[in-house]
C-alpha cells in the first residue's frame, strides 16, 4: 500500500482528495491536516509514502512545512495549486525547494472543480511513490541557507549533484541551430539546471514543450529569464528563432516551427485538438523535424508517458539527433525512456550533464 498524507486547510479539499485517492486499492490516505504545522505532526507519525500540500494555509503555510520536511525527512510531495498566477509563482518556488510535482485546482466563485484532477492525481501519486527516493541533506542545507524560501534545488527523486566545470562550447562552427525539447513530470527543476548552465553566446534557438496549465508558463519563462544568461520567454505570435533565446511554449496550446523563405517563424496553435497534452512535444518536435531537419537536437526529460517518441522518431529520420535523460537523474523515467526502448536515443545523459552534452552535439 502507497501511505498519503493530505494537508489541506479547506475541510472540502481534504475530503475531496482523499476520497479520490481512496478510489484506487493501492492507496491508503493514513492522515489529513488542516495546516502545515499539524501536517508535520501526521508525517512524523505515520512516515507517508507520498504528500499532498496546499500552499495557502493558517499557522504554517505550505513552502514553510515544505521546507521542514525537506530538511527533516524528505519525501515525495505534491502541490496542490491554484490556476492563478499567483498560485504559479509559489507553485515554482515548491517546485525549487523539492517538491515533487503540483497538481492544478480550478477555483471558481462557485465551485471547486476537484473532481477532474481525480486520474492525474492517482496516477501522479503511485509514480512518484514507485521512485526510490534519494535526497541529500547536507546539499539541501546549504540551499537553504543561501536563500530561506525560494533556491535552486534537485528535485526529490534527483540523486545530490556533483561538483563540475561549467559546461565548454567545443571550437568550430555547429553543425545544429535549434534545440527541441520535451518535458513534463519534475520538469521545472531540470529544465532551469540545463539552461541555466548554457553560455550566453550559446549559438543554437531552443524551443519547449512542458506541460503546464497556461496561467504557469509565463511565470515559468519569466523566472527562467532571470536566472539563466540565454534569453527566456514565453512564445508568442510573430516570434522568430534566434540563437541564444529560448521559448516556451504556451500552456494550453501548442508551439509550431514553420520554415519560411529566409527565416524560422514560431506560431500558436490550437491544432491539433485531439493531441493528450496542450502543449505537445510531438507536435513541437514534429514541427521542428519538417522546418529544419537535420539541423536540430531533439532532448526528452523526465516526464510520465511518452509524449515526444514520435515527434523525435521524425527528427531522427530526417538526419537530427537525439538525447535522452537518464532513469537515475529523472523525478518520472516514462518519456525518455519511452525513446531510448524505442533506439531513438544517440545518448542517455545525467541531468547534471545534459548542457555539456547539449553543446557537444550541436556540433556533431
Same mark, same amino acid.
Given at each position: 500500500?502507497?501511505?498519503?498524507?493530505?494537508?489541506?486547510?479547506?475541510?472540502?479539499?481534504?475530503? +475531496?482528495?482523499? /476520497?479520490?485517492? @481512496?478510489?484506487? =486499492?493501492?492507496? !491508503? #490516505? %493514513? $492522515?489529513?491536516?488542516?495546516?502545515?504545522?499539524?501536517?508535520?505532526?501526521?508525517?512524523?507519525?505515520?512516515?507517508?509514502?507520498?504528500?499532498?500540500?496546499?500552499?495557502?494555509?493558517?499557522?504554517?503555510?505550505?513552502?514553510?512545512?515544505?521546507?521542514?520536511?525537506?530538511?527533516?525527512?524528505?519525501?515525495?510531495?505534491?502541490?496542490?495549486?491554484?490556476?492563478?498566477?499567483?498560485?504559479?509563482?509559489?507553485?515554482?518556488?515548491?517546485?525549487?525547494?523539492?517538491?515533487?510535482?503540483?497538481?492544478?485546482?480550478?477555483?471558481?466563485?462557485?465551485?471547486?472543480?476537484?473532481?477532474?484532477?481525480?486520474?492525474?492525481?492517482?496516477?501522479?501519486?503511485?509514480?512518484?511513490?514507485?521512485?526510490?527516493?534519494?535526497?541529500?541533506?547536507?546539499?539541501?542545507?546549504?540551499?537553504?541557507?543561501?536563500?530561506?524560501?525560494?533556491?535552486?534545488?534537485?528535485?526529490?527523486?534527483?540523486?545530490?549533484?556533483?561538483?563540475? +566545470?561549467?559546461? /565548454?562550447?567545443? @571550437?568550430?562552427? =555547429?553543425?545544429? !541551430? #535549434? %534545440? $527541441?525539447?520535451?518535458?513534463?513530470?519534475?520538469?521545472?527543476?531540470?529544465?532551469?539546471?540545463?539552461?541555466?548552465?548554457?553560455?550566453?553566446?550559446?549559438?543554437?534557438?531552443?524551443?519547449?514543450?512542458?506541460?503546464?496549465?497556461?496561467?504557469?508558463?509565463?511565470?515559468?519563462?519569466?523566472?527562467?529569464?532571470?536566472?539563466?544568461?540565454?534569453?527566456?520567454?514565453?512564445?508568442?505570435?510573430?516570434?522568430?528563432?534566434?540563437?541564444?533565446?529560448?521559448?516556451?511554449?504556451?500552456?494550453?496550446?501548442?508551439?509550431?516551427?514553420?520554415?519560411?523563405?529566409?527565416?524560422?517563424?514560431?506560431?500558436?496553435?490550437?491544432?491539433?485538438?485531439?493531441?493528450?497534452?496542450?502543449?505537445?512535444?510531438?507536435?513541437?518536435?514534429?514541427?521542428?523535424?519538417?522546418?529544419?531537419?537535420?539541423?536540430?537536437?531533439?532532448?526528452?526529460?523526465?516526464?510520465?508517458?511518452?509524449?515526444?517518441?514520435?515527434?523525435?522518431? +521524425?527528427?531522427?529520420?530526417?538526419?537530427?539527433?537525439?538525447?535522452?535523460?537518464?532513469?537515475?537523474?529523472?523525478?518520472?523515467?516514462?518519456?525518455?525512456?519511452?525513446?531510448?526502448?524505442?533506439?531513438?536515443?544517440?545518448?542517455?545523459?545525467?541531468?547534471?550533464?545534459?548542457?555539456?552534452?547539449?553543446?557537444?552535439?550541436?556540433?556533431?
Amino acid at each position: 500500500m502507497i501511505k498519503v498524507v493530505v494537508v489541506d486547510d479547506s475541510a472540502f479539499m481534504r475530503k +475531496a482528495i482523499s /476520497t479520490m485517492l @481512496s478510489k484506487d =486499492p493501492e492507496i !491508503d #490516505v %493514513v $492522515a489529513t491536516a488542516r495546516d502545515g504545522e499539524e501536517g508535520l505532526e501526521m508525517i512524523r507519525k505515520h512516515n507517508p509514502d507520498v504528500v499532498t500540500m496546499d500552499i495557502e494555509m493558517p499557522r504554517m503555510d505550505g513552502l514553510t512545512a515544505l521546507r521542514h520536511i525537506m530538511m527533516e525527512m524528505p519525501r515525495p510531495v505534491l502541490m496542490i495549486s491554484s490556476l492563478t498566477n499567483e498560485g504559479a509563482e509559489a507553485t515554482l518556488k515548491a517546485l525549487d525547494l523539492g517538491a515533487v510535482d503540483f497538481i492544478p485546482k480550478q477555483l471558481s466563485k462557485v465551485s471547486l472543480d476537484i473532481v477532474k484532477i481525480e486520474a492525474n492525481l492517482i496516477a501522479k501519486v503511485k509514480i512518484v511513490a514507485s521512485r526510490k527516493m534519494m535526497h541529500s541533506r547536507s546539499r539541501l542545507t546549504a540551499a537553504m541557507a543561501r536563500a530561506p524560501i525560494c533556491t535552486p534545488s534537485t528535485a526529490p527523486c534527483a540523486p545530490p549533484g556533483r561538483p563540475s +566545470a561549467p559546461p /565548454t562550447l567545443p @571550437s568550430g562552427s =555547429p553543425k545544429r !541551430d #535549434v %534545440v $527541441a525539447i520535451g518535458v513534463s513530470t519534475g520538469g521545472p527543476p531540470a529544465v532551469q539546471k540545463v539552461l541555466a548552465a548554457l553560455p550566453a553566446d550559446f549559438p543554437a534557438s531552443i524551443v519547449i514543450a512542458q506541460h503546464m496549465p497556461q496561467a504557469f508558463t509565463g511565470p515559468f519563462a519569466k523566472r527562467l529569464d532571470g536566472l539563466c544568461k540565454i534569453s527566456v520567454k514565453e512564445a508568442e505570435p510573430g516570434d522568430r528563432l534566434k540563437p541564444g533565446c529560448c521559448f516556451i511554449a504556451p500552456g494550453g496550446r501548442h508551439l509550431v516551427l514553420k520554415q519560411m523563405i529566409s527565416r524560422v517563424d514560431l506560431l500558436i496553435s490550437e491544432e491539433p485538438a485531439s493531441a493528450l497534452y496542450k502543449p505537445s512535444a510531438n507536435v513541437l518536435i514534429g514541427s521542428v523535424a519538417d522546418a529544419v531537419g537535420r539541423r536540430a537536437l531533439g532532448v526528452i526529460l523526465t516526464g510520465m508517458g511518452n509524449d515526444g517518441m514520435e515527434g523525435i522518431r +521524425a527528427l531522427k529520420q530526417k538526419g537530427g539527433r537525439a538525447l535522452a535523460q537518464s532513469d537515475a537523474s529523472c523525478v518520472v523515467y516514462g518519456m525518455p525512456k519511452a525513446i531510448v526502448d524505442a533506439g531513438l536515443s544517440d545518448e542517455i545523459v545525467d541531468i547534471d550533464d545534459m548542457a555539456q552534452a547539449i553543446m557537444n552535439n550541436l556540433y556533431m
